[in-house]
T-cell receptor
Framework: AQKVTQAQTEISVVEKEDVTLDCVYE???????LFWYKQPPSGELVFLIRRNSFDEQNEISGRYSWNFQKSTSSFNFTITASQVVDSAVYFC????????????FGKGTRLHILP | KAGVTQTPRYLIKTRGQQVTLSCSPI?????VSWYQQTPGQGLQFLFEYFSETQRNKGNFPGRFSGRQFSNSRSEMNVSTLELGDSALYLC??????????????FGPGTRLTVT
């Protein structure tokens, strides 16, 4: 069965610190997609990244980086030199391509960046 | 290109009433998915419509229904509202090809409060 686990419900760090948000997933399929979304207080889900199951290369986008490891079924997200504007709820999600188009979300991690 | 729009943004209803929420997808997108977000259950998939047909459905009671019009706009309806239906309802629009869930773009949501 599909499942996404974000064990950290809430994290607080001081501005400029690095922070890693953990995500562990379960799926029976060999072809799947993984996502990270950011949800600021306004409520709208902001797409950050998607990876397909055949691409294990780590990705860096500015201060954001993602570590995808199939061996441990993890897709962790790191923010380097955090800023107050990074404060939000972050969701990791999974979709099994070809089976259906629904996205299964983790419970989310609420990130507080303290000035 | 305009994003996904949802109306109304906020809604207050009384238990037992019914409510209709509207979603206009990105121009050219044919798939509309609906998600419910609550503090307790997180983000959960409700259903997806493609070309006026329900293509996929989550585990929600029959009180939750939806439809899609020929212009791809979608509505979801909740009848006999319960207090537990209070949630943020998010709509996502996509190209619609099966397996393209990674191309879903979310709207700002409708916050429904049931009193």
């Amino acid at each position: 069965a599909q499942k996404v686990t974000q064990a950290q419900t809430e994290i607080s760090v001081v501005e400029k610190e690095d922070v890693t948000l953990d995500c562990v997933y379960e799926t029976r399929d060999t072809t799947y997609y993984l996502f990270w979304y950011k949800q600021p207080p306004s409520g709208e889900l902001v797409f950050l990244i998607r990876r397909n199951s055949f691409d294990e290369q780590n990705e860096i986008s500015g201060r954001y980086s993602w570590n995808f490891q199939k061996s441990t079924s993890s897709f962790n997200f790191t923010i380097t030199a955090s800023q107050v504007v990074d404060s939000a709820v972050y969701f990791c999600a999974l979709s099994e391509a070809g089976r259906d188009d629904k996205i299964i979300f983790g419970k989310g991690t609420r990130l507080h960046i303290l000035p | 290109k305009a994003g996904v729009t949802q109306t109304p943004r906020y809604l207050i209803k009384t238990r037992g009433q019914q409510v209709t929420l509207s979603c206009s997808p990105i121009s050219g997108h044919r798939s509309v998915s609906w998600y419910q977000q609550t503090p307790g259950q997180g983000l959960q998939f409700l259903f997806e419509y493609f070309s006026e047909t329900q293509r996929n459905k989550g585990n929600f009671p029959g009180r939750f229904s939806g439809r899609q019009f020929s212009n791809s706009r979608s509505e979801m309806n909740v009848s006999t509202l319960e207090l537990g239906d209070s949630a943020l309802y998010l709509c996502a629009s996509g190209q619609g090809e099966m397996g393209s869930s990674y191309e879903q773009y979310f709207g700002p949501g409708t916050r429904l409060t049931v009193t």
